[in-house]
């Protein structure tokens, strides 16, 4: 077939690049083939095709790449939910009973970081299996980390360190849950630092 190929960007977003194997963006580019005539592109010879291009690694990929990104983070929502609850849990018990004051900052912090009302019950459950004796926070974070990109994993971080500062300042015990945590969740001792630190950083406006 001749003719000559036109490509124009539908939009920019960014998605989970299964090359790069982490969020970057990409274009969504509507690509037809054109009759030349005279140099010039005049009929449509095919139906449009629509593809993604990854902006990192240039590869390709069917539009439905998108969809199916949806679909795993939807998936992903349930356990990474099941995370935050997790660590809230574990952070909040490290010094004892969870009072209502904590109760409420969790729920604050939940509803920021899932983008979800958070249910008491839910909470309540999560309390419950984090007081097993026989309980392993690293092994819920160790089961959930291939599914984490970065910023999901400071997200779980920062709700840890939110968690912990809520009382006034970092105790012991709530130091000790956050490195398990930061460990299990394979971020550096520097980038945990970083990340206490910038918490604390006055100038931060927590956006
Ligand atoms: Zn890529």
Redesign the pocket.
Same mark, same amino acid.
């Given at each position: 077939m001749s003719g000559s190929i036109v490509g124009r960007t539908l939009h920019h977003g960014s998605f989970d690049?299964p090359? +790069?194997k982490r969020t970057?963006s990409y274009q969504l580019v509507r690509s037809q083939r054109y009759a030349r005539i005279y140099g010039i592109n005049l009929v449509p010879m095919t139906e449009p095709i629509d593809y993604v291009e +990854?902006l990192? +690694?240039h590869?390709t990929y069917d539009r439905s790449i998108l969809e199916v990104d949806g679909d795993a983070h939807a998936r992903q929502g349930g356990s990474f939910k099941d995370g935050v609850l997790r660590i809230m849990a574990a952070v909040g018990l490290a010094v004892g009973e969870v009072d209502p004051c904590q109760r409420a900052t969790m729920e604050e912090i939940y509803e920021r970081v899932t983008g979800t009302v958070l249910d008491g019950r839910d909470l309540d459950a999560a309390l419950v299996d984090v007081k097993r004796s026989s309980y392993r926070l690293d092994a819920t974070l160790l089961a959930l980390e291939p599914a984490l990109n970065g910023e999901k994993k400071e997200l779980l971080i920062r709700t840890a360190v939110t968690v912990a500062a809520a009382g006034g300042s970092i105790g012991k015990q709530e130091a000790s849950v956050i490195a398990t945590i930061a460990s299990a969740l394979d971020v550096t001792h520097i980038h945990l630092a970083a990340l206490i630190a910038d918490f604390h950083a006055p100038s931060s406006d927590g956006s």
């Open positions: 690049c090359v +790069c970057a +990854c990192r +690694c590869s």
